[in-house]
């Protein structure tokens, strides 16, 4: 698989980590940067990863920062991204499930390489179930771009939402 990697300086450790697993189990590794552990703005590694996800150049994309948020916030913003800061294994299989997550986001703080090797494990052998996730996930794309006043319909009960236009 093609798996798009960046991180800041904080997620370096990790992402380096990740990258020698990753490479170990035959994945095509595009390593975005950073290249070392001096402090680095996030944003840019993380929307380059993205871009190679999005653009079809890399399968999945893996992103580490201190905490993970930050990273999935940046990666969010490109269209067709669907970015998850996975805490688990089982965060990681159902993203995938259930949301057809094509980025995970680490926190360099937080996880040992063991605990991120877990996780992206789950993430890259995880499929998308589809079906009734399908229809969520191409609503979730009707939202890209849209206008923050942009009105959004009122939701009276489940059942009304699932017929509704």
């Known amino acids: 698989m093609r798996i798009a990697l960046g991180s800041d300086h904080a997620g370096f450790a990790l992402k380096e980590q990740v990258k020698t697993a990753l490479l170990a189990a035959g994945h095509e ?3 975005v940067g950073t290249a070392s552990g001096e402090s680095v703005d996030y944003p840019g590694f993380a929307a380059s990863a993205a871009r190679l996800v999005s653009g079809g150049a890399a399968d999945r994309g893996v992103l580490a920062c201190g905490s993970g948020n930050g990273v999935a916030i940046a990666a969010n ?7 998850i800061n996975a ?5 990681a299989e159902m993203a995938r499930r259930h949301n057809d997550a094509n ?10 390489a063991d605990e991120a090797g877990a996780i992206v494990a ?7 179930e589809g079906g009734r996730h399908a229809r969520r996930i191409a609503q979730i794309a009707e939202l890209e771009g849209s206008p923050a006043d942009e009105p959004t319909r009122e939701v009276v009960s489940s059942d009304d939402a699932r017929s509704a236009p």
Do not use: C, N, P, Y
Request: proline share 0%; charged share 25%.
């Open 29 to 31: 590794v595009t390593d």
């Open 77 to 83: 913003k490109i269209a067709g991204i669907r970015a």
């Open 87 to 91: 805490r688990d294994a089982h965060e």
């Open 103 to 112: 980025v995970i986001t680490l926190s360099g703080q937080r996880l040992s």
């Open 122 to 128: 789950a993430f890259l052998d995880t499929g998308f």
